[in-house]
């Protein structure tokens, strides 16, 4: 770190090994990420290099399953003993950590994969530095540079060797996922990238981000997720559109949690990232081919997932993400009464509907009033209370689809408020349709949804937001919604929260 910097913060990520720390230059204000992690000295680095050697060629590999960590202590030690060679304690702790790093973990990168805060990591190529996107401070630039080709091909073929996959300058790109379910994405040498392989993660959370945890953080407001579980209860199909990166899967996970326990649920990805509570739930993953000519490693597309997918009669059908011919069967799907949804890459509803109905998608028109709901999701600026810009997910419109050219916006983000504005209801086909259905009034409706409000409003104050439990509050309510909305009215006055600050404006 240059002498003028100053530490922003430190934090251990494998204690007491490596630590993240991130520095700030106080004149630019600019900020780097660094790994701070313990040094090996040259004589330590020799060793270690020397008895990976030692070992790479003396020993056969084992068998059956061991612990590497184990297996490379029990016998770089005796390497030791048989070369007499003496270390201090502390040195051979040291190059344990380094073993265990790169024999059994993520190597260089393992730091930044043990930090819970970093959500993606970015090798754009040999020289460059690699970049994260930090849950608090965006995007930073990291200590970690790749200086030689050969640095980058280590890493990528054991990344891809640990999500199962091949790669080599035949079969120069790699989609996976990495033990802990991280989503990779990689292309090898100069094939394909000039500046050198790449490599892309997007971190995986156990945890999901849940309804709650968007409105914590404002993505959303209590009268948009009160309209959102009502209309998702009752099976709504719907699909989740932004750029790159702007929250589409996360959203569309949240979305599901809001069906039914009961619901068959059926997901479709390239790589595997949604996760519910639904007990019965399926997950099909598509597989890319390796050899033409060998049967057994055929390739099987989304296409192919989603054709099946209809004969395993699915009360809700998601596709991660549409792209090509899938779409076309995915909206049979729902127009034969099936729940869907699913992500697509568009601005806004107006142009991924465009996108949805010509080519390769080709969604015939008459398909698309069978499509109710269009969330729109957008990383935005917004000024920070001390200056400067932060950038924020949030949902900007929610449209209700009634045909292509004809949407309903119901939701619209306000950039001054930073709310979602509630436009009048009474013109919601959804609702309307919604309440014939159910043998009740729009007006009825909107009570409903000013009571959801409430309950999402008490589980944000109880601090109820992983995704088991609101599962089970969601079904709950549904089941047996006079006694708990009486539960949640009660302890909302406990927690001083008045009736008149819980209606929110809900127009008709
Ligand atoms: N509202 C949010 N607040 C904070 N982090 C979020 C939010 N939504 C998503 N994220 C995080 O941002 C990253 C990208 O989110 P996500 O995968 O949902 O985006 P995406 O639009 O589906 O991206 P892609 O186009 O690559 O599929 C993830 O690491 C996710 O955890
Ligand atoms: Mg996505």
Known sequence: MPPTWETVERYPLNAPFSYAMIAKDPVSSNKKYYVDEVPLSATEAALYTTLLGILESELSAPRSQVDPRKYFAEHA?????????????????????????????????????????????????????????????????????????????????????????????????????????????????????????????????????????????????????????????????????????????????????????????????????????????????????YATSDETAKEVGLFDLVKIAMRMRPDILVVGEVRGEEAYVLFQAISTGHGGLCTLHADDADSAIQRLTSKPMDVAPAFIPFLDLVFTVRRVSLPRPGGGFITVRRIIYVDEVNSVNDYVRVFEWEPSSDSQITQPLKKSAKLSRLAKDLGITVPDLLTEIRRRSMVLKWAQNKNLRNFRQLSQLFEEYVSRPKETYAKVEKELRGFGITAAEIAEEIKL
């Open 77 to 289: 030690a005796v390497a030791l003993k048989k070369y007499s060679i003496q270390i201090p304690i502390i040195s051979w702790e040291k190059i344990l950590y380094f073993a265990e790093r790169d024999l059994v973990q993520f190597g260089v990168i393992d730091g930044l994969m043990r930090d819970i805060y970093i959500e993606d990591i970015s090798a754009d190529g040999v020289g460059r530095p690699i970049f994260i996107y930090h849950r608090k401070y965006q995007n930073l630039e990291t200590n970690i540079v790749f200086k030689e080709d050969l640095d980058v091909d280590n890493i990528t073929s054991r990344l891809s060797h640990m999500s199962g996959k091949h790669v080599s300058t035949a079969f120069p790109i790699v989609q996976g996922t990495l033990p802990g379910r991280h989503r990779l994405a990689a292309t090898f040498r100069r094939e394909v990238s000039p500046h050198g392989g790449t490599i892309t993660i997007r971190k995986f959370r156990e945890d999901p981000i849940t309804i709650i945890d968007m409105i914590n953080l404002n993505v959303l407001n209590h009268t948009l997720g009160a309209y959102t579980w009502l209309l998702m209860e009752n099976r709504a199909t719907a699909i989740v559109v932004g750029a790159t990166g702007s929250g589409k899967t996360t959203l569309l996970n949240a979305l599901l949690t809001l069906t039914r326990m009961n619901s068959k649920i059926l997901t479709i990805e390239e790589v595997q990232e949604i996760n519910i509570a639904h007990s019965n739930w399926a997950a099909l993953v598509s597989r890319q081919s």
